[in-house]
């Protein structure tokens, strides 16, 4: 998270630094610091001082002083959550890049969601210290073990409906277990239709236009505010009622600890 480069010190001098520590030989030194700048596309910064690097340079030198020490894991603590928006766009590829290259195994820890969902293989999501969840991006997205792993996973977030008697018309449309206490469904996974096929009947309070899609905020009587994810051409006045419908296959069951039930998707 912090880079902690040495001020006085060139590109390359800060990632050769840790070498020179163990007194590794010179024409070692040379070769790693080579393979690294290479590797990193810092070749043509290596008489450079950090005073003179972008925020996403200084993170490459700092990576490539990891590098060199050749180490079996990497472990890297929220890397990005210095750098603006685009630059932490193009640090993603870079580091998903070099992991590549590299085949070494690598720790990330993040708080943001979209960076473990492009970067992992594996993702363990945890909680006051406890594990909530261990799988793939698409396990999470797809098959969240919990209350917290449905509603962490996602942007927006699911919309989570407790099965309370208003709702029994949802229970029987989604087809879920009699067990479920809770029915999630993502923004995304909602379907506005006619009021007979509805499940559910929303007044809609604003939209936010997002280019490819628009946001639609709406309240639902008896449960409050939902979010639901719609074409961009599609526009909804605030005020409007809409009714709508979710596939079973998109509708998530959870029991009254609120763990997914095993016989849900």
């Known amino acids: 998270q912090s880079y902690a480069l040495y001020p006085h010190l060139t590109v390359r001098e800060n990632i050769a630094f840790g070498l020179k520590v163990r007194k590794t030989p010179a024409a070692e ?41 050749q180490p079996e894991t990497f472990l890297f603590d929220e890397p990005l959550s210095n750098l603006d928006a685009e630059l932490r766009v193009h640090m993603r590829t870079q580091i998903s890049e070099l992991h590549a290259r590299l085949k070494r195994t690598m720790i990330y820890v993040t708080h943001d969601q979209v960076e473990a969902m492009t970067l992992a293989d594996k993702i363990v999501l945890l909680r006051d210290g406890k594990i909530e969840q261990v799988g793939s991006p698409e396990d999470l997205y797809e098959r969240p073990a919990n209350l917290f792993a449905a509603q962490f996973i996602g942007a927006p977030k699911m919309n989570i409906f ?64 939902i979010i639901l994810e719609q074409p961009a051409g599609r526009e909804l006045a605030a005020g409007t009622t809409i009714h709508l419908a979710a596939a079973p296959a998109h509708c998530h069951a959870f029991d009254e600890a609120g763990n997914r039930l095993a016989t849900a998707r």
């Open 29 to 69: 030194i040379n070769r790693l610091v080579e393979e690294a700048v290479a590797t990193l596309q810092l070749d043509k910064l290596t008489e450079r001082y950090p005073r003179e690097l972008s925020g996403g340079q200084r993170q490459r030198v700092a990576i490539g002083r990891a590098i060199v020490g």
């Open 162 to 225: 407790e099965l309370t008697p208003e709702f029994e018309t949802l229970r029987a449309a989604s087809g879920l277990p009699p067990e479920t206490r809770y029915c999630g469904i993502r923004p995304d996974s909602f379907e506005i239709t006619s009021e007979d096929q509805g499940a559910i009947a929303a007044k809609v309070r604003l939209t936010e236009y997002l280019g490819n899609a628009r946001l639609v905020h709406a309240d639902v009587e008896g449960h409050g505010p």
